[in-house]
């Protein structure tokens, strides 16, 4: 019987074919270990994090460079165009929404206070709710409503019908032609829609509470004036200019990208950049008028 010289294997190796003298260098062997279940959550958590941390950085620069772009020679004009497509264009929405919007809470409210025996706070409660709250935002969505998604959308077509690109080929800075205007426009009309949306709110709850169902117009207007402070109308111009920036912002950067979308590309990349924008803004607007008040308050 011929004597085999065999190289014992490690522990876990028994099954693989044995070393032999003069033969290849075996290649080393790890045992196999087991794959969790939680990996591949975790990893797709921490590339989503990485996205969306990368997704604001580029936006933030996005703004800086339109916002610095704003003070530059020969933007009045293009400015003074915006703010009339922007503001002037969305103040009839904005009226209707603000006249309901404050008949509802003058109706809602006035059956709320009954209970109490406070019906004089009527005002008071309408007049705090719509220039802390509901002016701010309120408008802001209507403006992302109507003029943002136009704004993603003709931006995006620009994009994808090459002329940005004609732009750049003739020295021209579309983030300054196209971007900083809009964005300039947005930080003056907000204030002033919020400013009439808060006005016409009052003035709904005033055909409500006074007009409809009785309540002294006297003490309306005075707890309208009594309760309402110069730091609540601060409060809600502040909200309204940080609103303005968010929206003109997400949706100029929508449009102007559009053509780097995974999920669609010419007209289709157009549409959805125009519903990400929307969407984007009106999440973007409830959570940072959450953060806005808490500085605030």
């Known amino acids: 019987m011929k004597e085999q010289d065999e190289k014992k294997l490690p ?25 969790s ?30 916002f610095i772009n704003i003070f530059r020679s020969k933007q009045i004009r293009e400015i003074t165009n915006q ?4 503001g002037a264009k969305s103040s009839l929405i904005v009226i209707l929404v603000a006249l309901f919007t404050g008949m509802v809470l003058g109706l809602q409210l006035f059956y709320t206070l009954v209970k109490f025996g406070s019906v004089g706070a009527l005002g008071s409660a309408i007049s705090l709710s719509l ?8 408008t802001a969505i209507m403006i992302a409503a109507r003029a943002g998604s136009a704004m993603a959308a003709e931006i995006g077509i620009l994009r994808n019908s090459e002329q940005i ?7 021209i800075d579309p983030v300054r032609y196209l971007i900083s205007p809009r964005i300039a426009a947005s930080i003056i009309s ?14 709904g709850g005033y055909l409500t509470g006074v007009v409809l169902l009785g ?9 309208v004036q009594s309760s309402l402070g110069m730091v609540d109308i601060r409060g809600g111009f ?41 969407v984007i803004s009106c999440v973007l607007i409830l959570v940072s008028d959450y953060v806005v008040t808490s500085f605030l308050m």
């Open 131 to 138: 220039v802390r709250e509901l002016g701010p935002v309120l």
């Open 11 to 35: 522990l876990g190796h028994e099954n693989e074919a044995p070393y032999e003298k003069g033969g290849p260098a075996r290649t080393a062997v790890f045992p196999s270990r087991g794959r």
């Open 190 to 203: 907000f204030p002033l829609l919020t400013a009439f949306f808060d006005l016409v709110g009052i003035i």
């Open 238 to 278: 502040i909200k309204s200019l940080v609103f303005g920036a968010i929206v003109s912002c997400i949706c100029c950067f929508q449009g102007y990208f559009c053509h780097m979308r995974n999920d669609g590309f010419g007209a289709r990349s157009v549409g959805m950049a125009t519903v990400s924008a929307v």
């Open 37 to 66: 279940n939680i990996s591949p959550f975790f990893a797709f958590i921490g590339g989503w994090a990485i996205r969306m941390i990368g997704n604001f950085g580029a936006i933030a620069v996005f703004f800086f460079l339109a």
């Open 215 to 223: 309540t002294n117009a006297g003490t309306y207007f005075y707890r």
């Open 165 to 171: 690109d004609a732009l750049y080929t003739m020295g």
């Open 83 to 86: 703010v009339y497509y922007i």
